[in-house]
């Protein structure tokens, strides 16, 4: 049973235009969302969060936006780069701290973007 | 330098063996975690521990068993492999004391069970 859901595999972008990924989940107990961005042969890197309190959270070129009524949050790269392409990963963090442990994350499946010059 | 650094990259074993994979934090993190991506992509806890308490996802097999032998180091032990055990492993830290929620992940360990 996916907590975190991402529903397309893969996504494709013109470079410069916006790039949208999109994730929904099912548990009102998440209290923080990450986005990570993963290149093949590597872990997965920290790209941007936002917390459960609020809907909008900006960092340079990566926006993320929270709806929790809908239980969905998107991240927009604007503009898209080539260097961009990568898998997405959404990942939620259990408000109930799952174990105890707060930095137990869930992960969704992945987007696959693919920026084109 | 490497903040989360984990051997050998890529283990390739024959069922039945006994093998381990190490990891190293240099973060200074109090917490840290070993994650399985399996063939259908998932990224899911095994792990999670910090000085005081080890965190056992409970679908993870007892034939896994993470050894820390100082805060900066958690190790997977894995015995008799499975040819289901073929995954990617990724070591991770994060700094739970200060609230923080994000994460540090290493660079992956891929192992193959034949």
């Known amino acids: 049973d996916q907590q975190v859901k991402q529903n397309s595999p893969s996504l494709s972008v013109q470079e410069g235009r916006i790039s949208i990924l999109n994730c929904d989940y099912t548990?009102?107990?998440?209290?923080?969302f990450l986005w990570y961005k993963k290149y093949p042969a590597e872990g997965p890197t920290f790209l941007i969060s936002?917390?459960?309190?609020?809907d909008k959270n900006e960092d340079g070129r990566f926006t993320v936006f929270l709806n929790k009524s809908a239980k969905h949050l998107s991240l927009h790269i604007v503009p898209s780069q080539p260097g961009d392409s990568a898998v997405y990963f959404c990942?939620?963090?259990?408000?109930?701290?799952?174990?105890?442990?707060?930095?137990?994350?869930?992960f969704g499946k992945g987007t696959k973007l693919s920026v084109k010059p | 330098d490497t903040a989360v650094s984990q051997t050998p990259k890529y283990l390739v074993t024959q069922m039945g063996n006994d093998k381990s994979i190490k990891c190293e934090q240099n973060?200074?993190?109090?917490?840290m975690y070993w994650y399985k991506q399996d063939s259908k992509k998932f990224l899911k806890i095994m792990f999670s521990?910090?000085?005081?308490?080890?965190?056992i996802n409970e679908t993870v097999p007892n034939r896994f068993s993470p050894k820390s032998p100082d805060k900066a180091h958690l190790n997977l032990h894995i015995n008799s492999l499975e040819l289901g055990d073929s995954a990617v492993y990724f070591c991770?830290?994060?700094?739970?004391?200060?609230?923080?929620?994000?994460?540090?992940f290493g660079e992956g360990s891929w192992l193959t069970v034949v």
């Open positions: 991770a830290s994060s700094q739970e004391s200060s609230g923080g929620h994000t994460i540090y």
């Open positions: 548990n009102s107990m998440f209290d923080y």
């Open positions: 936002i917390s459960s309190i609020k």
């Open positions: 990942a939620a963090r259990d408000g109930l701290n799952y174990g105890g442990s707060q930095g137990n994350l869930i």
């Open positions: 973060l200074g993190h109090d917490t």
């Open positions: 521990y910090n000085n005081k308490e080890l965190i």
